[in-house]
């Protein structure tokens, strides 16, 4: 079955410590992306690529740091210098034409700071 | 720039109808619409691109008015499984990143 596997389903961040976050698909998609949702916030873009070894950043990219060394995978890290990191993150993927083709979304990652 | 999603929140009872609107400050070459139940993935709905076609599937349905940068979703006949939260995310082209609204928070009661 094909889809977006997010690891883990939760995760505690110490101060000062740096987190990543997983995301792997098997949808063949050329485009992934990163959100962070908040509540009463929506969806906020946080990274997004559409093809290997090539990211953009989005709108709330400060503290956060990514990597797309594979089709299939899109790592985010959590860096010690987002001093705000709780919040629900989504992962998702689609097609290169990303306007005209739906996305796909993974389970989520719920992060909280310890 | 965010599109703008109205009501925040509806309450139903089933059975009952309602409209979801989204609207943009900039031109739209296409929407999407999502439904998210808390603490799981939002789940895809339909899209509309430009041109201004009306789609639809069983009872809900969505519009695109590309004069008016808006799109506006249906729900007809609403079923308890219906409540979540409604994202529309909008497209100014073809390759870029959609933007996401804040959601509209729908509640269908017995």
């Known amino acids: 079955d094909g889809g977006i596997t997010q690891s883990p389903k939760y995760l505690f961040r110490k101060e000062g410590q740096n987190v990543t976050l997983s995301c792997e698909q098997n949808l063949n998609h050329d485009a992934m992306y990163w959100y962070r949702q908040d509540p009463g916030q929506g969806l906020r873009l946080i990274y997004y690529s559409q093809i290997v070894n090539d990211f953009q950043k989005g709108d709330i990219a400060e503290g956060y740091s990514v990597s797309r060394e594979k089709k299939e995978s899109f790592p985010l890290t959590v860096t010690s210098a987002q001093k705000n990191p709780t919040a629900f993150y989504l992962c998702?993927?689609?097609?290169?034409?990303?306007?005209?083709?739906?996305?796909?979304f993974g389970d989520g990652t719920r992060l909280s700071i310890l | 720039q965010q599109p703008v999603q109205s009501p925040q929140a509806v309450i139903l009872r089933e059975g009952e109808d309602a409209v979801i609107n989204c609207s943009s400050s900039k031109a739209l070459y296409s929407v999407h619409w999502y439904r998210q139940k808390h603490g799981e993935a939002p789940v895809f709905l339909m899209i509309?691109?430009?041109?201004?076609e009306q789609k639809g599937h069983e009872k809900i349905s969505a519009s695109f008015n590309e004069k008016k940068q808006q799109s506006s979703l249906y729900l007809t006949a609403s079923q308890l499984s219906y409540s979540g939260t409604y994202f529309c995310?909008?497209?100014?082209?073809?390759?870029?990143?959609?933007?996401f609204g804040k959601g509209t928070r729908l509640s269908v009661i017995a």
């Open positions: 995310g909008t497209g100014n082209s073809g390759n870029t990143p959609l933007v």
């Open positions: 509309l691109l430009k041109g201004g």
């Open positions: 998702a993927s689609g097609s290169y034409r990303e306007s005209t083709q739906p996305q796909h």
